[in-house]
């Protein structure tokens, strides 16, 4: 059992938690995931380690679907039943000059420890970050720490430009250029940047969070399509070269079990 | 009833219960139910103690077969079961998934004429009398302090860690999944092996002493290299299986309706999502099922989705019918349970609409020379047959998973993944390995027997370092 010592909400939707686990502390490295199953009946669901901190390990989640929205109903001193990780390939830090992270919703969470690690190795950050409203656009504070800009879209013009990320940056690459970026958040947003960064001629390294069991290669249902061959998102994965990504066939693979999550909603709603 | 010395050829096979074939395709239930007393001694006495028992030789962890029957005729069950238990520390779940027709009742003298003696199902009975009576032989175990570590806790694994916690040595099974057992629960539906006799053996397990961890990826959370220079472990066996699903290498196979075997079993096995909602991972197979492959898992895989409530499953397999290398019980279960053969059948790609499976376009095959396997080669004919389909599972085999190599740089391994050794020994000193990971995918009592003869090799590896 994986005990939760500090938990505290970003916004309504999106929460931080930190949980003691030593064994996935003992070795992860940014870019690293985890696997956790909140009880006995629950699913195992992947997310992404945003802090390492001696033995604790922290996570962020948006409460969207039904095992997230039961991992909120946990507080402080409570434990989660699983908790196994680091998963995947550590993040693949480039030797670069400037980097460009773009961040959508909580796609912001996984891409922090990317961005720290770059400018903990003096590579010059900056950072456009969009979401619903200004509610939703969260660990501002963090980015604003090592960043050299912040650019902000959110829908509404509630915080920063009225619009999509890809509206800022359309305006940005106007006047900037970088040798690298970052994209992470929803995967129409990830397919856009990409469409809008290779007009620029810009390398894309994307992060996929398509669905997963055991998080260790052995069920294939996180397979990717890149440049033709297939991957596993949890063993090859998470970050792929944006460009060589099939976003349609992985968008359709993230919605198969749609009406299932509808059911499993419905159960909370009882409870 | 006995049958006297010059009769026993005689003697019918005493089949064992079976559910009915109807009902059961609606629930999980084993299918198989096992043998009375009265029914099991029946059919031992078939067995005609030969003086050159072939069935020994023909079995991989060559139990005492005709000594066992013996005392199970002569009622002694408890030495019965131990005689078992001496070569084999899972009779009651060997009994119900060897290959028994390749293996001991195969070899099986009494076969020749007629139906050879039920060797596996006399082992399940004798396994299923210790489990439901708590039949254990009293064995102390005089500590040595020495701490070893077992990667994995499949059949491998925990044959190797219950060898090497009777020599002393104190054991750690590292698992990476958040329950025990490996294939043994995530692979094997309930209705060929219920998950409670696998829980159950592996209490016994802990009961001996040996210590379970869950939730530990080796080569993730913790490495080989820290393992052994920094935990302190004399030695490790590596026993992590063969889970990663080969590709079937055809267009369309990302295609949303499309499964790996390991996805659809897990999903129902180990995540329990045949009982969705109250567990809430999901299935879905829809009504027209096809199931790729002709092994033990592609009949696991095409049963299940029939009790999942698809309407048509149907295997494709591009060899015929005596090709097929699951257990025959298995075929033959499948066939009683509506689940159709497309033999010849060699599927060629996966057709969809917007990413969404449709259906699935098979090359009809003939049967040309015989291959290294033994078996005739399937031969392509140019001929196309389409079915329309919702769901298709692959089931072509498996091979290792790479995280234990990526991890570890000294580990090598051959151009199929699997560990290289030499009598059990891995490329890295104090690293032994067996099962799967070595042999790529096999059978439960092959893994086991692997797991066994290796804790021979790290015994005598430990002791040699230490005089």
């Known amino acids: 059992m994986y005990e939760i010592i500090e938990k505290r909400a970003l916004n309504k939707d999106v929460d931080i938690m930190i949980v003691v686990a030593p064994l996935v502390a003992k070795n992860a490295k940014p870019g690293h995931f985890i696997i956790l199953r909140v009880d006995e009946t629950g699913e195992r669901i992947p997310l992404t380690i945003v802090t390492i901190d001696g033995d604790n390990v922290s996570i962020i989640y948006q409460k969207l679907g039904y095992s997230t929205k039961l991992l909120g109903t946990l507080a402080v001193g409570d434990k989660i039943l699983d908790f196994v990780g680091p998963l995947g390939k550590e993040a693949h830090i480039r030797d670069v000059k400037s980097v460009l992270g773009i961040a959508g919703g909580v796609g912001a969470a996984p891409l922090l420890p990317q961005l720290k690690e770059y400018k903990r190795r003096g590579i010059k950050v900056d950072l456009v970050i969009g979401a619903r409203n200004k509610d939703y656009i969260i660990l501002l504070d963090e980015y604003k720490k090592i960043c050299d800009n912040v650019y902000i879209a959110t829908d509404d013009g509630s915080l920063g430009t009225k619009g999509f990320v890809t509206d800022v940056l359309t305006e940005l690459y106007k006047t900037k250029t970088y040798e690298h970026t970052i994209a992470i958040g929803p995967l129409v947003m990830m397919k856009y940047v990409v469409l809008l960064n290779k007009k620029y001629n810009l390398p894309t390294d994307v992060s996929l969070n398509p669905v997963m069991i055991d998080g260790t290669g052995m069920c294939g249902n996180c397979r990717v399509t890149i440049a033709g061959k297939t991957f596993f998102a949890c063993i090859d994965g998470p970050d792929f070269p944006g460009e060589e990504v099939n976003f349609d066939e992985l968008i359709t693979r993230q919605d198969y079990y749609k009406e299932e999550e509808h059911v499993c909603n419905l159960k909370l709603v009882k409870k | ?467």
């Open chain 2, 1 to 467: 009833m006995q049958f006297k010395a010059g009769e026993k050829m005689k003697g019918p096979r005493t089949l064992m219960p079976v559910l009915d074939k109807i009902i059961r395709r609606t629930n999980f239930e084993e299918v198989a139910c096992g043998y009375s007393l009265g029914e099991a001694q029946l059919e031992a006495s078939r067995c005609l103690d030969c003086k050159n028992p072939k069935c020994i030789a023909a079995c991989p962890v060559a139990v005492n077969i005709p000594k066992f029957i013996k005392e199970l005729i002569a009622g002694d069950l408890n030495q019965a079961y131990y005689t078992i238990y001496d070569d084999n520390i899972l009779p009651s779940i060997c009994g119900r998934v060897c290959p028994q027709e390749k293996q001991c009742e195969g070899a099986c003298i009494v076969g020749i004429k007629g139906d050879p003696v039920s060797i596996g199902a006399l082992e399940r009975f004798l396994g299923d009398y210790s489990l439901e009576n708590n039949v254990l032989e009293d064995r102390t175990i005089t500590e040595n302090g020495i701490k070893v570590a077992v990667v994995g806790s499949g059949p491998a694994g925990l044959a190797n860690a219950a060898e090497m916690r009777k020599m002393g040595y104190t054991v750690d099974i590292f698992e990476a999944l958040h329950d025990f057992g490996g294939v043994l629960k995530y692979g094997i539906p309930d209705f060929r092996l219920p998950k409670d006799i696998v829980t159950t053996e592996i209490n016994r397990l802990e009961d001996m002493g040996v210590n379970f961890h869950k939730n530990v990826v080796i080569g993730k959370s913790i490495t080989i290299d820290q393992l052994l220079n920094e935990e302190g472990y004399e030695a490790l066996f590596l026993g992590s299986g063969a889970g990663l699903p080969s590709p079937l290498g055809v267009p369309g196979e990302n295609l949303s309706g499309v499964y790996y075997a390991n996805e659809f079993l897990t999903r129902v096995n180990l995540m329990k999502s045949r009982k969705f909602p109250l567990f809430s991972t999901p299935v879905r197979t829809g009504d027209k099922v096809a199931v790729v492959g002709g092994g033990n898992v592609a009949m696991d895989a095409a049963r299940t989705a029939k009790r999942l409530g698809a309407k048509e499953v149907f295997i494709l397999y591009r060899r015929d019918m005596d090709s097929l290398p699951a257990r025959l019980a298995e075929v033959h279960h499948a066939i009683e349970e509506d689940i159709d053969f497309r033999l010849l059948s060699n599927p060629v790609e996966f057709i969809g609409d917007n990413y969404q499976l449709k259906q699935v376009r098979c090359e009809i095959m003939e049967l040309g020379e015989k291959d290294s396997s033994g078996r005739r080669r399937p031969m392509p004919t140019n001929t196309f047959i389409t079915y329309d389909i919702d769901s298709c599972i692959i089931s072509i085999g498996q091979k290792p998973n790479p995280i234990l190599k990526e991890s570890t740089t000294e580990l090598k391994v051959d151009k199929w993944g699997r560990i290289v050794t030499e009598n059990h020994q891995t490329s890295i000193p104090g690293v032994f390995a067996g099962g799967d990971v070595v042999s790529g995918a096999a059978t439960v009592i092959l893994a086991m027997g692997a797991g066994k003869d290796a804790s021979i090799e790290m015994n005598k590896y430990i002791k040699s370092k230490q005089s």
